[in-house]
């Protein structure tokens, strides 16, 4: 289930020169007011070749969520990256 809260940030990465998981890892950063080095590597999350794996090769409508560092993420096949306030669920 996708959170009912209006994204915090939210990027189109097919406008961006930088892997998926750069792109992930510094919306989040913005996200939180911090500096992207100070988040732990989002492949502690996840593995970070996966989720660009699956990106790349969607053939079909596919979205990706998790929590990374304490925000609800989801990864869009269409290429946007959204980011939610940490209050936010992403629901069972």
Known sequence: M????VARICRDVDDLDEPLAVAVTRAVA???G???TTLRPLDRTLP??????LY???ET????Q???ADHPVTVHDEGVVRVYPTDASLGD
């Not at 996708?2 to 809260?5: E, G, H, L, V, Y």
């Not at 409508?61 to 990706?64: D, G, I, K, T």
Request: avoid cysteine; charge should be negative; glycine fraction near 0%.
């Open 66 to 68: 998790f929590e990374y």
């Open 34 to 36: 911090v500096d992207p």
């Open 2 to 5: 996708f959170p009912d809260t």
């Open 56 to 58: 790349d090769d969607a």
């Open 61 to 64: 409508e596919l979205a990706v």
């Open 48 to 53: 970070s070749d996966a989720l660009t794996d």
């Open 30 to 32: 913005d996200a939180k």
